[in-house]
């Protein structure tokens, strides 16, 4: 039992920081995309409509009706800004802490939301498209954005 709490401890510390390059890699990426707020959000609805449905001022509305409102935009730069903020504080193990801090109170928001897992992934599905599509990409970009997902998804995850 002490043995599989232990392999359980490391399997949780094995999240791999973002190199100096890799942050590097997410943030040029990040850069090309991270003032189209509206956009991104009206993506991800589109992909995900049961992502909308959660939203109490979206839920059951056309999506073309609110995505020109002032809550649309509201709710777009809020998530945008999260992402931008745990993006600059990526790539430095000083910083890592004020990461969790972060993703520990999104996952503690959400979770009173009934926001769930999979649709965190579906949000990650439609994020990396938009952003894959929409800035520079190669391998080099894709590896450290999924390494910046993971490691901020195990956070999440572990409280959602
Ligand atoms: C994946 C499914 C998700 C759903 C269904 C969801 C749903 C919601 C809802 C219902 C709200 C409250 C809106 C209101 O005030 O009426 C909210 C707020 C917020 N969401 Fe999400 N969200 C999701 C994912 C995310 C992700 C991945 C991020 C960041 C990367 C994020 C960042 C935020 C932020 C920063 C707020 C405002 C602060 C707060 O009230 O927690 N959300 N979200
Ligand atoms: C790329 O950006 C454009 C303009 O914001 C947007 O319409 C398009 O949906 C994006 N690509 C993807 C795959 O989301």
Sequence with gaps: MKFLIVLALIGAAAATPLSADQAALVK????KVKTSEVEILAAV??????????????AG????????????????????SFISEVISLSGNSATA?????????????????????????????ALTNYVSSNASWGD????AWNQAFDNVYAII???L
């Design 157 to 159: 995850f572990a409280r």
């Design 61 to 80: 509305k056309d999506l073309a009706s609110v995505k020109g409102s002032a809550a649309f935009a509201l709710h777009a730069t809020r998530i945008v």
């Design 28 to 31: 040029g990426a990040w850069d």
């Design 97 to 125: 802490p004020a990461i969790e801090t972060l993703a520990t109170e999104l996952a503690s928001n959400h979770k009173n939301r009934g926001v769930t897992q999979a649709q965190f992934n579906e949000f990650r599905t």
């Design 140 to 143: 080099n970009v894709a590896s």
């Design 45 to 58: 609805f589109t992909a995900y409509p049961d992502i909308q449905a959660k939203f109490p001022a979206f």
